[in-house]
Nanobody, 126 residues
C-alpha cells in the first residue's frame, strides 16, 4: 500500500485543519492506521490511531479532546480533524499502516508499522 498525507498548512492558534491520509494499492480498512508527528529538533511522536476494526481509538494525551481520527472507506482515507490548534502542534504529520493488528495500547509504537507515507507540514502561529 502507498500512503500520502495531505491537508497541512499555516493556521493561527485556535484554528482548525483537517488532514487526510490517502491509500492506494489496497483498501485502507485492512490496516491498522496511525498518525504521527515530528517537530523540528524533536523525536517522532504518536498522535492518534485505531486498529483495523476502527472500533476503538487511541490518542496522545497532548491532543485528546482536540483531535479526532476517522476513516472513510469509500474514499479510502483516514482523516485527522485537528481543532483548537496550538503552536506546539507545529510539526510534520505522517500516516502509517500496519499489516498486524496490534493491541490498542501498542498503537503508539512506530516499530509496529510497516508502511509510511510522506508527511504534510502543519504550522501553527501564535
Amino acid at each position: 500500500v502507498q500512503l500520502q498525507a495531505y491537508g497541512g498548512g499555516l493556521v493561527q492558534a485556535g484554528g482548525s485543519l483537517r488532514l487526510s491520509c490517502v491509500a492506494s494499492g489496497r483498501a485502507i480498512a485492512t490496516y491498522t492506521i496511525g498518525w504521527f508527528r515530528q517537530a523540528p529538533g524533536k523525536e517522532r511522536e504518536f498522535v492518534a490511531g485505531f486498529r483495523r476494526s476502527a472500533t476503538y481509538t487511541l490518542y496522545a494525551n497532548s491532543v485528546k479532546g482536540r483531535f479526532t481520527i476517522s476513516r472513510d472507506v469509500a474514499k479510502n482515507t483516514v482523516d485527522l480533524q485537528m481543532n483548537s490548534l496550538k503552536p506546539e502542534d507545529t510539526a510534520v504529520y505522517s500516516c502509517a499502516a500496519s499489516v498486524l493488528n496490534p493491541a490498542l495500547s501498542s498503537l503508539g509504537r512506530a516499530i509496529n508499522y510497516d508502511y509510511w507515507g510522506q508527511g504534510t507540514l502543519v504550522t501553527v502561529s501564535s
